[in-house]
């Protein structure tokens, strides 16, 4: 199993660097920061440009693979983001770009004034992804969908470069059904659960549904802080915690960089412990 480390775009660069470098000396295997425009749990904190900072985070690393957790449709149009995520690969190197992406929710979509219902969006996120995955390889590219229309978009930097794995966030069926068709992985952040046992109980059931759905032998991507106790609170915790996700069939969780307030509330030296575990995990 592989962990990753999740960065909030709330620090200046002269904070973050250190930390990404980190990341990767520490021996994580991905490192992730969040896209919205303002994320709920921090409505107050400052907020960097999700691929201007991962751009910047390829600067300072040579190794990890690094990802959007989540991107969505609420504020990206498919082609200017494929531009976006191909020049990203360019600064990075082959093979280091993910982009993690899902449907959307309400906070970022109502700071644009948009409305849709929970249908809609899941309609929209499908022709979103498919068109996302063309723009990243196809040159030239025309689409003329419900939701998005392209008329002799060029790529011809994507065309010839590896493109980014494209790793699909989803709950429901439809989702699960699209992260199957189209995508390299598929993530979650679980259901429910208004304590620990009750949100892994969640997490089985998803894990379930995927396989049911004949999903597999798909990438499996789990925030583990998306639960109801954060996983840094000691290392022993957090241990267990990555163990039970290995059992339901995880290849990959993300972890988040503690903060020394909510949400995230942590010490770096748990990080820094759980680090040192991490040979034996795989």
């Given at each position: 199993m592989r962990v990753g480390v999740c960065i909030l775009p709330e620090y200046a660069w002269a904070e973050a660097a250190p930390r990404w470098r980190a990341v990767e000396e520490l021996g994580f295997d991905h490192g992730w920061t969040y896209d919205h425009l303002v994320w709920s749990g921090l409505p107050d904190a400052p907020w960097h440009s999700t691929v201007?900072?991962?751009t910047a985070a390829a600067t300072v690393t040579d190794r990890i693979p690094l990802g959007t957790w989540v991107a969505s449709?609420?504020?990206r149009h498919p082609v200017p983001f494929a531009r976006d995520l191909?020049?990203?690969t360019d600064v990075a190197g082959p093979g280091r770009v993910i982009c993690a992406i899902g449907s959307g929710g309400d906070t970022d979509a109502e700071l644009l004034g948009e409305q849709l219902s929970r249908g809609e969006r899941t309609r929209r996120f499908g022709e979103f992804v498919g068109l996302l995955r063309r723009a990243l390889v196809e040159d030239p590219l025309n689409h003329s969908g419900p939701r998005y229309t392209v008329h002799g978009y060029r790529n011809l930097a994507g065309a010839a470069a590896e493109p980014p794995r494209v790793v699909v966030a989803a709950t429901g069926p439809r989702g699960m059904r699209l992260a199957i068709e189209q995508g390299d992985g598929w993530a979650t952040t679980g259901i429910g659960?208004?304590?620990?046992?009750?949100w892994w109980q969640g997490v089985r059931q998803l894990t379930e549904s995927l396989d049911e759905a004949g999903g597999r032998s798909l990438d499996r991507y789990l925030s583990i802080d998306a639960g109801p106790e954060f996983s840094l609170q000691s290392k022993e915790f957090c241990l267990d915690q990555l163990g039970r996700a290995a059992e339901l069939g995880f290849t990959d969780v993300v972890l988040h960089w503690p903060r020394p307030t909510d949400p995230y509330r942590g010490s770096e030296q748990v990080l820094e412990a759980v680090a040192a575990e991490l040979p034996?995990?795989?």
């Open positions: 201007v900072t991962l449709p609420n504020f191909v020049s990203l659960g208004d304590d620990n046992e009750a034996r995990l795989r």
